[in-house]
C-alpha cells in the first residue's frame, strides 16, 4: 500500500510539473461548512505550508442553501512539492468536502 501511494504521488508532482510553471499563480479550491472558522483553517494550511510572509489572495463564496462555502485561494507557488504539501495539510482538514 505504501509504494502505491508514493507512486501516486510521483505521479500528482509529474502531472503538475507537465502543466504548471513553477514558480507561479496557483489557485486552490476548497468547499466545506459554511463558518469563518473553515475559511481560516484554510488560510493557516497554506501559510503553515509555505510560510508567513507568503502572499495570498482568499475569496469566499456561500452556496445557495447556505450550508457551504467555497474558499478560493491563489497563491505563488515555488514547486510542485509545495503544492502538494499544502494538499497534505488540506487532508488533516475534517471539514473539507471537497478539493480542487
Keep these: 500500500m505504501r509504494g502505491e ?25 476548497v468547499i466545506g461548512p459554511n463558518s469563518d472558522d473553515f475559511v ?10 509555505s510560510g508567513p510572509d507568503l502572499e495570498h489572495d482568499v475569496s469566499t463564496r ?3 442553501g447556505g ?14 512539492e509545495h503544492v502538494m504539501e499544502v494538499y497534505e495539510i488540506f487532508g488533516s482538514i475534517e471539514e473539507i468536502k471537497y478539493m480542487l
Design 40 to 49: 481560516a483553517k484554510i488560510v493557516q494550511a497554506v501559510i503553515n505550508a
Design 67 to 80: 450550508n457551504h462555502m467555497s474558499v478560493s485561494i491563489t497563491i505563488t507557488a515555488e514547486s510542485a
Design 5 to 29: 501511494i508514493v507512486n501516486q504521488r510521483d505521479e500528482m508532482l509529474l502531472k503538475l510539473n507537465d502543466v504548471h510553471t513553477f514558480p507561479g499563480p496557483y489557485l486552490f479550491k
Design 62 to 64: 456561500e452556496s445557495s
